[in-house]
């Protein structure tokens, strides 16, 4: 459980561009991937720009639900990896594990299972999770909620004084 998350961590499209931008400099490092797992939904679009940077052409999803909203349910396997992807690992492909962020680690334990030999790679990780990533770019405290661009909007913030004008 997450809750009460004290602290809030707004993400924008630039920094969050930037951070998965950084986390494709750190692979690349690393050797190459013959191809991508994104955890859906979060992992979509950090995948979208690590494969773009490390010129990947397969990628394969994994649904996973695990929140509603900031609370944590159990873990609900949506859809699973396709039979060639794991066809693929299991000849000795070097495959990568990609999701925005690891929290409890509750998703990537599940994830890991389906495919044991892969690079677990995420933008953000909290203390709870981070021993399940391989490698990962900022860490924030595990009170404090990370909020994504994509369920974000601009809006109206009052002044720090408390007044309306
Ligand atoms: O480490 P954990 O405690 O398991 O939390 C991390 C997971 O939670 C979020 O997914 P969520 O279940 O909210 O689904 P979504 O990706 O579709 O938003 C996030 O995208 C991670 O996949
Ligand atoms: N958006 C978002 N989803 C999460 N799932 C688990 N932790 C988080 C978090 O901090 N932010
Ligand atoms: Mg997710």
Redesign the pocket.
């Given at each position: 459980m997450?809750n009460p998350n004290e602290k809030s961590f707004p993400v924008s499209w630039d920094q969050f561009h930037r951070d998965s931008r950084a986390l494709a400099w750190r692979l690349a490092g690393l050797g190459s991937f013959d191809a991508i797992v994104a955890i859906a939904r979060?992992g979509l679009v950090p995948a979208a720009i690590v494969a773009r940077e490390l010129n990947i052409r397969t990628v394969e999803t994994v649904a996973v639900k695990?929140?509603d909203h900031q609370n944590q349910g159990g873990i609900k396997v949506l859809k699973e990896i396709s039979p060639p992807l794991l066809e693929l690992a299991r000849g000795g492909a070097k495959i990568l594990i990609v999701d925005d962020?690891v929290?409890t680690g509750s998703t990537a334990r599940v994830v890991r299972e389906m495919l044991p030999g892969a690079h677990f790679a995420t933008v953000y990780a909290k203390p709870k999770g981070r021993e399940m990533v391989d490698t990962f770019i900022t860490e924030v405290s595990q009170d404090?909620?990370?909020?994504?661009p994509w369920?974000l909007d601009v809006a109206y913030v009052a002044p720090i004084s408390g007044g309306t004008d």
């Amino acid at each position: 459980m997450n809750n009460p998350n004290e602290k809030s961590f707004p993400v924008s499209w630039d920094q969050f561009h930037r951070d998965s931008r950084a986390l494709a400099w750190r692979l690349a490092g690393l050797g190459s991937f013959d191809a991508i797992v994104a955890i859906a939904r979060g992992g979509l679009v950090p995948a979208a720009i690590v494969a773009r940077e490390l010129n990947i052409r397969t990628v394969e999803t994994v649904a996973v639900k695990s929140y509603d909203h900031q609370n944590q349910g159990g873990i609900k396997v949506l859809k699973e990896i396709s039979p060639p992807l794991l066809e693929l690992a299991r000849g000795g492909a070097k495959i990568l594990i990609v999701d925005d962020l690891v929290d409890t680690g509750s998703t990537a334990r599940v994830v890991r299972e389906m495919l044991p030999g892969a690079h677990f790679a995420t933008v953000y990780a909290k203390p709870k999770g981070r021993e399940m990533v391989d490698t990962f770019i900022t860490e924030v405290s595990q009170d404090t909620w990370i909020f994504f661009p994509w369920d974000l909007d601009v809006a109206y913030v009052a002044p720090i004084s408390g007044g309306t004008d």
